[in-house]
């Protein structure tokens, strides 16, 4: 008997364990609403936002703050369709380096921009298939005022749009400072990040892409070679400070790794080109394909960028909360039954079968462990 009631005290656990999932056939649709803190959850957010960073060419690469809600559908083929939403947080890369977001640097609070991204992710282990169909995301910068509250010497951000002259003056002078001191003839591409300080004067500090200059003649020969239109090569972190009549110019610059030249020829199919799931333990996955393709016949999604929240909801509206700070909108079908989708390329067999997807589960299924743990605890840079 002693030994009895550690049994079923275990049982129960697991028990409960595996029925949590069964309690969500009660839902309209078949679906199971994981933990957000286990590892298949985690798992799959890390695939589905590697991949939205592979499929952009614009922005800072995105890092995972939390997992906020994720369903599975599983297929009558094999794998499972995941829908997720995470909150994420820009990192200091950008996109174009290509780097997991793993290897990218969080934001220090005050620079911080982060949002939400939904995404649906078909996943067969057996056949080591990742393919994403869709995702969107939606980013505000952190609350200014609310920075400013904690820490008013911070920089604040200062728009990229070239409206403020000394912004393009610090990426003019900066860059001028990179090319002299080696031999370059780099030339601006287009300012991505810009924010100021009051040092000991007025203080700018810029990210900003580069590209190659033009032919000359002297390299007549590698000019054939060259894109008609330049394409980025780096990104340069330049500052400008002044103190009366004096300059303080600095500049560190990164280079993309630079990618075969692509001749436009195979490129047809590459935006549904599935990925490879890597082997267990093999975290960092290798690029199958060229995805960069600049003519992309489908668009998979895209990342809308909203102004701070403040500026919508003014201090005197206190209790208005909006009613969706960050809107994502994600449905490939409004068919509650659900959609069948056509991906003959994911399947290497003579079978062509073909996934179900459902209308984006609304929030209000979620597992009891939902959101997740997050990176980046503070509030400010939570979605609500
Ligand atoms: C993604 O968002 C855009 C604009 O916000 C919207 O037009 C598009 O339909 C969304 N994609 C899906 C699959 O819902
Ligand atoms: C999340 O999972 C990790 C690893 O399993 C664990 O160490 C951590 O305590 C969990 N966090 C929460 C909040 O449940």
Redo the contacts with the bound molecule.
């Keep these: 008997m002693g030994l009895l009631l550690p049994l079923v005290l275990y049982a129960l656990a697991t028990c409960c364990v595996a029925t949590s999932p069964l309690m969500q056939t009660l839902l309209p649709t078949p679906l199971l609403s994981l933990g957000c803190n286990s590892s298949e959850a985690l798992g799959v957010a890390g695939f589905a936002l590697q991949d939205i960073n592979r499929d952009r060419t614009d922005g800072y690469v995105l890092s995972l703050n939390r997992v906020s809600n994720v369903q599975q559908h599983r297929q009558n083929i094999q794998g499972s369709v995941y829908y997720l939403t995470l909150d994420v947080l820009e990192t200091d890369c950008h996109v174009l380096s290509k780097k997991s977001w793993k290897d990218c640097e969080a934001r220090t609070l005050h620079e911080t921009v982060y949002g939400q991204c939904k995404a649906i992710i078909y996943i067969n282990r057996p056949s080591r298939i990742i393919y994403s169909p869709?995702y969107?995301c939606t980013l505000r910068p952190v609350s200014r005022r609310k920075i400013h509250h904690m820490c008013p010497d911070c920089p604040s951000p200062v728009a990229t749009d070239l409206s403020d002259p000394r912004v393009l003056e610090a990426a003019t002078e900066s860059l001028g400072k990179y090319n002299n001191e080696n031999s370059k003839q780099y030339s601006l591409f287009k300012i991505t990040r810009a924010s100021s300080q009051w040092v000991f004067g007025p203080s700018y500090f810029v990210d900003y892409l580069i590209k190659e200059p033009p032919c000359t003649k002297s390299h007549i020969s590698g000019c054939a070679l060259q894109p008609s239109d330049s394409v980025p090569v780096g990104i340069c972190k330049g500052s400008l400070g002044r103190r009366g009549t004096e300059k303080f110019v600095s500049v560190t610059c990164n280079f993309f790794e630079s990618e075969a030249p692509t001749l436009g020829v195979e490129n047809s199919a590459v935006n549904q080109e599935p990925a490879r799931l890597p082997k267990v333990g093999e975290l960092q996955q290798e690029n199958p394909t060229p995805t960069d393709s600049p003519s992309k016949a489908l668009t998979k999604?895209?990342v809308?960028y909203l102004p701070d929240l403040d500026d919508e909801q003014p201090e005197d509206s206190t209790g208005q909360v909006p009613v969706e700070a960050f809107p994502v909108?994600?449905?490939?079908t409004t068919n509650p039954q659900g959609e069948t989708l056509d991906v003959p390329f994911l399947f290497l067999g003579p079978m062509k079968e073909k996934l179900v997807v459902l209308p984006f589960p609304k929030g209000e299924y979620h597992s009891a462990e939902c959101p997740g743990p997050a990176q980046m605890g503070n509030p400010l840079v939570l979605p609500p």
Aim: charged share 10%; aromatic share 0%.
């Design positions: 869709a969107n999604g895209s809308q909108q994600l449905d490939l």
